[in-house]
């Protein structure tokens, strides 16, 4: 990575870069991390990237690249929609599980656990509503049309790309619990919908601090010991750094075990790199919890 600005801050900063193949996948990572005393050089040296890690911007004669990853056609996105559609006909028993496209054999494991609607829904049909997210993380509405009127629940899928195309990787299930109870409680965050708010608003707000652009107390969506440490090392930023503005150009979502990995590429228009965070449930709330580096 190269870096065109004297930048000591509190900073984590980790380059992802996997290539899956037919024969079960292959996986590099290369990291590029900041922490506590992180430095960049000046506007006019640059400093040499971390061993194995990936640069952005002018090529030079040191520049690293890494093998490229398969590119399947079409979209991430469309073949989200497309699972989603023919996982609608499951759940309606209109087709079998091992027909779904596209589906690893994890996801059908998954996907056959829960491959039919509850009875007492009395669901007359689903169709298939937005279908949003970013990388390779993609939550997909469901509209049912039950005896109790519409109904909108949302499952997740992780989609990755392969030598032999697109591959759904792995599937979190609509939660009908919700539509069941008689009276539902107050939604708390229980999937990725609020974990993605979550890790949103936590990178961005943590790109502003990192850039010297507001202070610790200003992250959102983190806990209280991380930001006492980030607080502790608050950077120091010159003004060449400070007015660039870092902004998230994708940001996926991985589950590890009752945590969530959010894994944010970011850039601010001179360098792109990725922002790991992990998040938990602290009193109700998802909030990052640590920065991780890979």
């Known amino acids: 990575m190269r870096r065109t600005a004297t930048w000591v801050g509190a900073m984590t900063l980790a380059v992802v870069v996997c290539a899956c193949g037919s024969g079960g996948g292959s ?32 090529a030079s004669p040191s520049t690293s690249t890494s093998s490229a990853a398969p590119h399947p056609q079409g979209t991430a996105q469309a ?6 559609a023919a996982y609608a006909q499951v759940l309606m028993g209109q087709r079998p599980v091992s027909s779904l496209p596209l ?9 056959a656990q829960a491959s039919r609607l509850p009875a007492t829904l009395h669901t007359r049909s689903i169709t298939v509503g937005a279908v949003t ?24 899928v992780t989609v990755a790309a392969t030598t032999r195309g697109w591959e759904i990787v792995s599937l979190l299930p609509p939660d009908f619990d919700q539509v069941l109870a008689p009276n ?21 707000t943590y790109l502003a601090f990192s850039y010297g652009q507001a202070k610790a107390s200003a992250i959102k969506d983190v806990s209280a010991a991380l930001r006492k440490q980030l607080a502790a090392s608050p950077p120091q930023v010159p003004a060449s750094v400070r007015s660039l503005h870092p902004r998230i ?5 991985s589950r590890q075990g009752r945590e969530w990995v959010s894994s944010a590429n970011t850039t601010d228009g001179q360098n792109t790199y990725q922002v ?3 998040l938990a449930q602290h009193g109700g709330h ?4 640590s920065l991780k580096i890979n």
């Not at 589906?103 to 996907?111: M, P, R």
């Open 276 to 278: 790991i965070a992990v």
């Open 79 to 84: 073949a989200a929609r497309r699972f989603a």
């Open 249 to 253: 150009a994708a940001l996926s979502l």
């Open 133 to 156: 997210g970013a990388g390779n993380s993609w939550a997909t509405q469901f509209q049912l049309q039950t005896d109790r009127g519409r109904q909108t629940v949302s499952g997740d």
């Open 184 to 204: 539902p409680p107050s939604p708390k965050p229980s999937g990725p919908g609020a974990v993605r708010s979550a890790a949103t608003a936590f990178t961005r």
């Open 286 to 289: 998802w909030v990052a919890v």
């Open 103 to 111: 589906s690893s054999s994890g996801v059908l494991s998954e996907a």
């Open 27 to 58: 996986t590099s990572k290369t990291t590029a991390a900041v922490a506590g005393a992180a430095t960049r050089s000046s506007p006019t040296t640059s400093s040499a990237p971390a061993s194995g890690a990936s640069t952005s911007g002018s």
